[in-house]
């Protein structure tokens, strides 16, 4: 075989290994608002990301402070707010829904469940679909929406039907082997419950996605490698079964009032070489301020 043909394939091998070394930034619970100097506090770990470079970003959900609870003009401003300071990061951002998006959900709103924007319509008009996936360098990465309702107007963890034949129709796209990371703000497992309680202590329906076991069962035979987690302020890694479930703390800490239980405000650096991957959590330094923005 020519030489120069042998190193144009050693080339295209190279070419191939680089083309699955990236890095992405994973926040969470961001809850973006203008008490707190949330706000400011927000602009933090944007400003980090930026000089880490990595390729993309992906939000855990819990963007803003507060959609359930509120009238529409206040949450249209969060949603604006939230919006204009995610414009700062200087690569592509993928949004993950959390309860917190959800418009008028709680009957203290005094939203009619009418309203245009009721529900998810809101999240849809100003950040985008509830459910998708895309793919980056040989991984696919679906960000699902976890967010059910009840009879009562509250929130449970649940995938609904309606995903659920979209993720198996999207995996169908794929082959068996592609390395696939999912996204979902309410967890799939955690023992954060369990840690906090009491080891036999159940976990309530709005901590934890009910219908889980279900989902992960789609992904049978698949390579599911990472499911990013959030919802919970709490930072845990568990292994099972070849895949790492990552709960991924939160950038506001506690709410925007300090640490919470010792866990910094801070966001996950995952960084991905081949088929592995290896996390660390970034404290971006953010300090409680009393001044109002």
Same mark, same amino acid.
Request: glycine share 8%; aromatic share 12%; hydrophobic share 40%.
């Given at each position: 075989?020519?030489?120069?043909?042998?190193?144009?394939?050693?080339?295209?091998?190279?070419?191939?290994?680089?083309?699955?070394?990236?890095?992405?930034?994973?926040?969470?619970?961001?809850?973006?608002?203008?008490?707190?100097?949330?706000?400011?506090?927000?602009?933090?770990?944007?400003?980090?990301?930026?000089?880490?470079?990595?390729?993309?970003?992906?939000?855990?959900?819990?963007?803003?402070?507060?959609?359930?609870?509120?009238?529409?003009?206040?949450?249209?401003?969060?949603?604006?707010?939230?919006?204009?300071?995610?414009?700062?990061?200087?690569?592509?951002?993928?949004?993950?829904?959390?309860?917190?998006?959800?418009?008028?959900?709680?009957?203290?709103?005094?939203?009619?469940?009418?309203?245009?924007?009721?529900?998810?319509?809101?999240?849809? #008009? /100003?950040?985008?679909?509830?459910?998708?996936?895309?793919?980056?360098?040989? +991984?696919?990465?679906?960000? &699902?929406? $976890? %967010?059910?309702?009840?009879? #009562? /107007?509250?929130?449970?963890?649940?995938?609904?039907?309606?995903?659920?034949? +979209?993720?198996?129709?999207? &995996?169908? $796209? %794929?082959?068996?082997?592609?390395?696939?990371?999912?996204?979902?703000?309410?967890?799939?497992?955690?023992?954060?419950?369990?840690?906090?309680?009491?080891?036999?202590?159940?976990?309530?329906?709005?901590?934890?996605?009910?219908?889980?076991?279900?989902?992960?069962?789609?992904?049978?035979?698949?390579?599911?490698?990472?499911?990013?987690?959030?919802?919970?302020?709490?930072?845990?890694?568990?292994?099972?079964?070849?895949?790492?479930?990552?709960?991924?703390?939160?950038?506001?800490?506690?709410?925007?009032?300090?640490?919470?239980?010792?866990?910094?405000?801070?966001?996950?650096?995952?960084?991905?070489?081949?088929?592995?991957?290896?996390?660390?959590?970034?404290?971006?330094?953010?300090?409680?301020?009393?001044?109002?923005?």
């Amino acid at each position: 075989m020519p030489l120069v043909f042998i190193a144009l394939i050693l080339s295209y091998m190279g070419c191939e290994r680089r083309a699955v070394e990236f890095s992405f930034a994973y926040l969470t619970d961001i809850h973006v608002q203008p008490e707190l100097n949330a706000t400011k506090g927000y602009k933090k770990p944007i400003d980090v990301v930026n000089e880490l470079n990595p390729e993309f970003v992906i939000t855990g959900g819990d963007l803003i402070m507060d959609a359930l609870g509120v009238p529409y003009e206040r949450a249209d401003m969060l949603y604006s707010l939230y919006n204009q300071t995610t414009r700062a990061f200087k690569m592509p951002v993928y949004n993950t829904i959390g309860n917190h998006e959800i418009f008028g959900l709680y009957v203290m709103s005094g939203v009619d469940t009418n309203h245009p924007k009721y529900y998810k319509k809101l999240y849809e #008009d /100003r950040v985008g679909k509830r459910y998708y996936s895309f793919d980056y360098k040989g +991984w696919h990465f679906m960000l &699902l929406d $976890s %967010i059910g309702q009840t009879v #009562d /107007r509250k929130y449970v963890g649940w995938i609904d039907a309606e995903q659920m034949e +979209w993720i198996a129709s999207d &995996l169908q $796209s %794929i082959s068996p082997d592609v390395p696939i990371v999912l996204s979902t703000h309410i967890p799939f497992i955690s023992v954060a419950r369990q840690l906090s309680s009491g080891s036999t202590e159940a976990n309530p329906n709005g901590l934890v996605v009910i219908n889980s076991k279900d989902v992960l069962g789609l992904f049978q035979d698949r390579n599911l490698k990472l499911v990013l987690q959030g919802h919970l302020h709490f930072l845990e890694e568990i292994n099972v079964r070849g895949i790492t479930f990552l709960t991924g703390g939160a950038v506001s800490g506690n709410w925007w009032e300090g640490p919470r239980q010792g866990m910094e405000e801070g966001f996950v650096l995952v960084t991905v070489k081949g088929q592995n991957f290896h996390w660390e959590y970034v404290d971006f330094g953010w300090e409680v301020q009393k001044t109002e923005n």
